[in-house]
């Protein structure tokens, strides 16, 4: 398998390429199970962010760096979840589309969880942004939650993403064209 050649937050690492459909290959970026990556990249987006309140991660990949991040910060982190679950009360939801899942999904916070949100900066963060499509799901579910997005941040910036003014990342991932 052809790999890509990572340097980020003083860290280097191998990245597998898979395909996204006939044209297109990306990066596999899994920050699952790395510590090392985790707590270093946490530690350096939180030296480039604006004071917040209170951290938003969608399910699944961004839960590991939101939680290092609350942890060094001391701040509270939410996580928005792919279903309904039984314990969430008046659920707020919103749509997305990610260039690594097929198909709509929705993420969805209680209202236990809006209330930590309400009247709150919110920080959203996840692993890689490449669409923006996970970040414009989890500023709507802010909006709704009636919170303000102070910043949006991710360890990397795939594509196009990179050439945003609107977010906050550690290095920039190419794609990789057939």
């Given amino acids: 398998m052809e790999k890509y050649t990572l340097k980020v937050a003083g ?3 191998e990245l597998t ?3 996204v459909n006939d044209k297109l290959d990306i990066a596999a970026f899994i920050m699952f199970s790395d510590v090392e990556m985790t707590v270093e990249s946490a530690k350096l987006l939180l030296s480039k962010v604006p004071e917040f309140d209170v951290i938003l991660t969608s399910e699944a990949k961004g839960i590991p760096l939101a939680y290092e991040m ?6 509270t982190y939410v996580v928005a979840r792919k279903s309904i679950k039984v314990y969430m009360k008046d659920p707020v939801s ?4 990610s260039i690594t899942t097929k198909g709509e999904q929705h993420i969805h916070i209680g209202d236990e969880k809006v209330q930590l949100i309400k009247g709150k900066k919110v920080l959203i963060v996840d692993d ?3 669409t923006g499509e996970s970040l414009t799901a989890m500023e709507e579910l802010v909006k709704k939650a009636g919170g303000e997005v102070c910043c949006r941040c991710a360890v990397l910036a795939e594509g196009d993403a ?6 906050v990342f ?9």
Avoid: H, M, W
């Fill in 70 to 75: 609350a942890r060094q910060s001391g701040k």
């Fill in 170 to 178: 550690l290095e920039k991932l190419p794609l990789f064209f057939k």
């Fill in 17 to 19: 390429l898979y395909p």
């Fill in 94 to 97: 919103a749509c997305v589309n």
């Fill in 162 to 167: 990179a050439d945003r003014n609107d977010i």
């Fill in 128 to 130: 890689v942004i490449s």
């Fill in 11 to 13: 860290l280097t690492r």
